[in-house]
């Protein structure tokens, strides 16, 4: 999407960001030896489009994935910051990347080449229901045939017509992934989740393999086949902007997991760069 962040009194920076865009920059720059960051996406044909294209590529991402369609255009959105904390407004009903599973032969080709995947809840909440049930699909595939497939719940209430439908559809998600990176509050206020543990042992009950409860500043907790550990947060500097310190988190742990570390070792890996990434503006901090 389209990102307006705040750059001073009144002014706002135009970017490029997005939940699972913000992953894959991240990503692109802690990704392991022989591995690349691909985004699959909609964008339309429009110079705003093109521009985005051109940023994806300068920063590192393939782009091979990215399904064109005529006369459509991306998202946007605008960050508001109050002590830190943000809130967002959104523009984003005929966004391009609404459409981004309407092609099952696209998707087939880009989950052919592809050895893992990443998407959120926010991806699935855009998708109209045909699309949102080709791309599951698709994943569960990725996970028979041994792929890691990370998921974010990143459950955003004002994308879903009602929460019974965000819960079926989380869940339905879970299934299909080997690796589950969910925030508390999301759970908590989604499920009614009182304790991490408990959401990591249902995410775990459909048969996730390693799941990682984000909670802000406090510990994460990180449950896996070999144990459950809690691992404390890494405190930053100076908190200027929350934007994208989940997304970042994601990157940094699966980074290392595909580098090979441990699920704890990569606990702290995803700690320390959303600790570094809440100290800047906007979603993508060096």
């Not at 960051?37 to 991402?61: C, K, Q, R, V």
């Not at 599951?136 to 998921?151: D, E, N, Q, Y």
């Not at 890494?234 to 902007?241: G, L, R, S, T, W």
Request: with cysteine; hydrophobic share 45%.
């Amino acid at each position: 999407m389209v990102e307006l962040s705040v750059a001073g009194d009144g002014l706002y920076r135009r970017g490029f960001a997005g939940d699972t865009f913000n992953t894959a920059w991240h990503f692109a720059r802690q990704a392991p030896a022989g591995w690349l960051a691909a985004y699959l996406t909609g964008l339309g044909t429009d110079e705003m489009s093109e521009e985005m294209l051109g940023f994806f590529m300068a920063s590192g991402i393939e782009t091979d994935a990215v399904r064109r369609i005529e006369g459509a255009s991306p998202g946007l959105y605008m960050i508001h910051l109050k002590d830190g904390e943000r809130s967002f407004s959104y523009w984003r009903e005929m966004a391009a990347a609404r459409r981004l599973a309407a092609d099952e032969d696209h998707l087939a080709e880009v989950f052919e080449r592809g050895d893992a995947f990443y998407f959120s809840g926010i991806t699935l909440a855009i998708l109209p229901p045909d699309g949102r049930d080709r791309l599951i699909r698709h994943l569960a595939v990725a996970k028979a045939s041994g792929k890691m497939v990370a998921f974010d719940p990143n459950v955003r209430p004002r994308l879903w017509p009602d929460m019974a439908t965000a819960r079926r559809a989380v869940e339905a998600a879970a299934r299909v992934s080997t690796h589950c990176l969910p925030s508390f509050d999301d759970e908590r206020a989604t499920f009614g989740d009182e304790t991490s543990r408990e959401t990591a042992a249902r995410y775990r009950s459909v048969g996730v393999a390693e799941v990682v409860v984000k909670d802000g500043a406090s510990a994460a907790l990180v449950s896996w086949d070999g144990g459950r550990e809690q691992v404390p947060a890494v405190p930053p500097a100076e908190i200027v902007d929350t934007t994208g310190a989940g997304d970042s988190f994601n990157a940094a742990y699966l980074a290392a997991r595909l580098r090979g570390a441990g699920p704890v070792a990569a606990t702290i890996a995803g700690h320390r760069l959303a600790s570094r990434v809440v100290g800047g503006h906007g979603a993508l901090v060096e």
